[in-house]
């Protein structure tokens, strides 16, 4: 599991007018939260977030914060950003105990060509991200889904989906992850597309 490690400062001001000031100093403010425990406000740099989660292209990375004389191991749960700009404005990191599973979300990837594709058909994933429980440390980069032996026509279902050792699918039904189409599939897609937009269009000049 990729861990990035920032530096924050504690705060005891709160409110628009402190958050204001912190902005205008090029930090933003940020809360850290466990169930049950104390929230503890701090100040951190946006840029060394931001460019930590650049590093890992994984928004589950674990990251490592230190404030004053302590340690907390946090997951990013909430951001605030401007609207227009997409600046980032505040954070919300939830702690994590490393003997305690969390649920994510995690994205689906496939590997291997499948039997369909062999044939001239092609691979469609249904649901991009599933819903994952494990310890932080067990949390996956993605969930891979085999695709080898799909004919077109054939689906994985998210109950056949195998994760790694020590991580569960949370699901409550069993539902498509990924499937193989033929040709006729993708021009009765394509003709359904242009059809849905010019009904679309008819309803907007009602």
């Not at 998210?158 to 539902?175: N, R, T, Y």
Request: aromatic share 4%; with cysteine; charged share 30%.
């Amino acid at each position: 599991m990729a861990t990035v490690s920032i530096s924050a400062t504690s705060r005891t001001e709160t409110g628009k007018g402190a958050a204001r000031k912190i902005r205008a100093l090029g930090q933003i403010p940020a809360i850290i939260y466990r169930a049950g425990q104390p929230a503890t406000s701090v100040v951190i740099d946006p840029n060394e977030l931001e460019n930590a989660f650049r590093r890992t292209a994984n928004r589950n990375t674990l990251v490592k914060i230190g404030v004053d004389d302590k340690s907390f191991t946090c997951l990013v749960k909430k951001t605030q950003r401007e609207p227009a700009s997409d600046v980032l404005l505040h954070v919300d990191f939830y702690e994590v105990d490393k003997s305690e599973a969390v649920t994510v979300l995690v994205p689906v990837k496939t590997s291997g060509k499948s039997l369909g594709e062999v044939a001239g058909g092609s691979l469609r994933i249904i649901r991009r991200e599933l819903t994952v429980s494990c310890k932080p440390s067990d949390i996956p980069e993605a969930i891979e889904v085999d695709a080898t032996p799909l004919n077109i026509g054939d689906f994985v279902r998210v109950s056949g989906v195998k994760p790694p050792k020590g991580v569960e699918v949370v699901a409550l039904h069993d539902f498509n992850v990924v499937t193989v189409i033929g040709k006729r599939d993708e021009l009765e897609e394509e003709e359904v597309a242009p059809a849905a937009e010019a009904e679309a269009d008819a309803t907007d000049g009602e």
